[in-house]
Structure formats: structure tokens, C-alpha cells
Nanobody
Framework: QVQLVESGGGLVQAGGSLRLSCVASLRTFSDYTMGWFRQAPGKEREFVAA????????NYADSVKGRFTISRSNAKNTVYLQMNSLKPEDTAVYYC?????????????????WGQGTQVTVSS
């Protein structure tokens, strides 16, 4: 069973920064694309960013491009989300996720495993 554990959320003022981390229990973490998603109150969960298994390819939602950066450390089985210039509309629970197939990447990728989420609240 894959376990994903997020951390790093909290309360920050608009314009501030936070760095989220997600540690995965995958035995071959370096073979899997990882992603970040978020869900705001009353809204559907939405894609934020993804990174391919070697970190060569990344993809971002238009709403976070230029402000958020996804990265990974395969040595630490960890994926990160650096969030800068935060806005109140970034307030949400942020989830880490991965697919159940290694070596896959793309806009149609299905993410099968999810963490419990970490709350990010941005005050105006």
C-alpha cells in the first residue's frame, strides 16, 4: 500500500511563501510521476502541478504558473511545492498524488494514490 504524507501547510499573509513536502512510501519512487492538487471549500479538486519521474518535465495550472515550483528529491522519496506570491484564492487543502503505473506522464495521467492533505490558508 502506497502512503503519501504531506506537510508544510499553514497560515500566511498574501504575498508570502510556503513550501510543501510530500514523502512517499514507494519502493521505486524515482520511477513515478508525482503531482500536487488542491481543493478549496465548496469547489472541486483541481490540478496544481506535476513532475516526471526524473524531474525533467513539469506542468503547471495556469493559475499558479510563475509563482509555484514543483521539484523532487528521489534520494529522499520526497516531492516539494514551493509557493511564492501567495494569494487568498490559493487557500485550499493541498494533496500529493501519484499514479499506479511507473514511467507514465501526461495531461491524461490518472492519479490513483492520494495523501491526507495539508491546509494552506492565505489571509488578505
Amino acid at each position: 500500500q502506497v502512503q503519501l504524507v504531506e506537510s508544510g501547510g499553514g497560515l500566511v499573509q498574501a504575498g508570502g511563501s510556503l513550501r510543501l513536502s510530500c514523502v512517499a512510501s514507494l519502493r521505486t519512487f524515482s520511477d513515478y510521476t508525482m503531482g500536487w492538487f488542491r481543493q478549496a471549500p465548496g469547489k472541486e479538486r483541481e490540478f496544481v502541478a506535476a513532475i516526471s519521474w526524473r524531474g525533467i518535465r513539469t506542468n503547471y495550472a495556469d493559475s499558479v504558473k510563475g509563482r509555484f515550483t514543483i521539484s523532487r528529491s528521489n534520494a529522499k522519496n520526497t516531492v516539494y511545492l514551493q509557493m511564492n506570491s501567495l494569494k487568498p484564492e490559493d487557500t485550499a487543502v493541498y494533496y500529493c498524488a501519484c499514479p499506479n503505473r511507473s514511467g507514465t506522464y501526461g495531461a491524461d495521467l490518472t492519479f490513483n494514490y492520494w495523501g491526507q492533505g495539508t491546509q494552506v490558508t492565505v489571509s488578505s
